[in-house]
């Protein structure tokens, strides 16, 4: 064990620990999640804090020997070393100080080790003095977030364009099997399985440019602001330089704030990402929830479709497959709306010149990417690859519904198609027959009226 200390007091550490005395007391202080930081969240404050260190290397400030240690120990852990080193629970109080020192202790014995020193001499290389130089949790922190979450919108985004190519195919694949459409769950009009399917990459796309838009949103950073956005104890080439290093290492258009205060003590930019984040549960709720609708049954549902069976269904009904697919997609997504709701009271929870809940905003926002992006990719992996049509049963409903005497409309009327819809729902005879029957129309003229080109494209047939 070795022994360090702060204000309030001396606590041991276990030598082969490289975080420090402020570490320890956030481990004693808060046992909330049972859960440790993102990875990437970590990766992504390493990244802020490289890019501090170069900045006051580059202004003079920073001694290079202690500079270049401490970069190279950011680079470390941004090649994803030392991990392990991040105990403290990401839900916690001090708006990230904990985070924050965990990383400057982190970044600091293993800089000390670099340079042949003990850990915890942080007379040579300390934590506040030279790791955290020209900063302070509340600019390095939600820098830290909004990097890391452009970093795995990429993730998300791919996921969500591996759904909405997957479903186009289904959609050139599915387009010439005809299916009965549906409003209020009740029969409609016609559609092709094929417009189902691309009605769904449609507005998985949409999804995608929202997120995009909303990551843009976040990329006006408050670097250099320091506790309260003025700029106390960072010089204004570190603030320019700062931004500069941090594009240069994470590839992304960061660019400092024209107002730092704004930046340091609103996160609305955060409401943005999540309520994009979301959306796209809601589009993917619905979608998944229609699959679940269109392979009921198998036997007494709507039996249109029939997913891949991934495991058995029940502990006691014997032969029972159960759409977990689906159900895990509605989940996932479930989740997401939850923690919508806590990034949106932790957004209007700020007072004054922080708001210091940004801990549940990275816990929440990191968590919902990670959801859709598995739940995404997941969808496709083990439903849509397997993904059958019934095109039998597809054909069976369309042939037993009243619905298609809509199209009919233009040549018949209104009334008159309303009588025929009368007696077909009477008779619990199909539409079709009843025509022939009464000889409104010849067989020749319905299969013209009601092909599936006709009843699924604009215009009407003469």
């Known amino acids: 064990m070795r022994k360090e200390h702060d204000f309030l007091g001396e606590i041991e550490i276990p030598d082969e620990a490289y ?24 990766k992504s404050l390493a990244k802020v804090k490289k890019a501090a260190a170069q900045a006051n290397m580059e202004t003079g400030r920073l001694d290079r020997k202690i500079g270049n240690a401490l970069v190279q120990a950011a680079e470390e852990i941004i090649d994803g070393e030392f991990i392990d080193q991040f105990p403290v629970d990401p839900i916690q109080g001090g708006a990230g100080t904990s985070i924050n020192m965990n990383m400057n202790e982190v970044l600091c014995n293993r800089a000390l080790e670099i340079i042949g020193e003990a850990k915890g001499r942080y007379d040579i290389i300390s934590p506040n003095n030279h790791a955290n130089m020209a900063q302070s949790t509340n600019d390095s922190f939600p820098t830290a977030i909004k990097v890391c979450l452009t970093y795995k919108s990429h ?13 186009e195919d289904k959609a050139e694949e599915y387009k010439d099997i005809l299916k009965m459409g549906r409003t209020h769950l009740q029969d409609a009009v016609p559609i092709t399985l094929g417009q189902e399917m ?38 204004p080439a570190y603030i320019k330089i700062v931004a500069r290093k941090l594009r240069e290492i994470t590839g992304e258009n960061f660019e400092t704030s024209t107002n730092i205060i704004d930046a340091t003590n609103n996160t609305d930019g955060f409401v943005d990402v999540s309520s994009a984040l979301k959306n796209t549960a809601l589009v993917l ?12 049954g198998p036997r007494c549902g709507l039996n249109e479709i029939f997913l891949p069976k991934r495991q058995p269904g029940s502990s006691i009904m ?23 709701l806590a990034v949106t009271l932790g957004v209007e929870n700020g007072q004054f010149e ?6 549940i905003m990275a816990y929440n926002l990191c968590s919902s990417m990670n959801y859709l992006a598995n739940a995404s990719r997941t969808f496709v992996d083990k439903l849509l690859v397997g ?15 009243v619905g298609v005497v809509t199209a009919l409309l233009p040549h018949l ?4 198609c309303s009588m025929l819809a009368k007696e077909a729902y009477a008779t619990r005879r199909p539409i079709r027959e009843i025509i022939l029957e009464k000889g409104i129309l010849t067989e020749e003229q319905l299969k013209v009226l009601m092909s599936p080109e006709k009843m699924t494209r604009p215009g009407i047939t003469n």
């Not at 507005?203 to 956005?229: F, K, P, Q, Y």
């Not at 922080?354 to 801990?359: A, H």
């Not at 095109?391 to 519904?401: F, N, T, V, Y």
């Open 19 to 42: 975080y420090g005395v402020q570490t320890m007391r956030a481990i004693e202080n808060f046992t909330i999640t049972g859960r440790r930081l993102d990875e990437d969240l970590i």
């Open 155 to 167: 993730n998300v985004t791919s996921a969500l364009e591996y759904l909405a190519r997957a479903l």
């Open 198 to 235: 691309g009605s769904y990459a449609s507005a998985i796309r949409r999804s995608i440019r929202r997120i995009e838009w909303a990551i843009d949103s976040i990329r006006l950073i408050n670097m250099g602001g320091t506790a309260v956005g003025t700029g106390l104890n960072a010089e």
């Open 285 to 296: 709720i619905k979608m998944a929830n229609d699959f679940r609708l269109m392979a009921s």
């Open 318 to 340: 014997p032969g029972k497959v159960n759409p977990v697919i689906a159900e895990v997609m509605d989940q996932a997504c479930y989740q997401v709306i939850g923690n919508d």
């Open 354 to 359: 922080l708001n210091v809940m940004e801990p």
């Open 387 to 401: 993904l059958e049509p019934n095109r039998e049963q597809c054909q069976k409903w369309l042939d037993s519904s």
């Open 413 to 416: 009327g209104y009334e008159q």
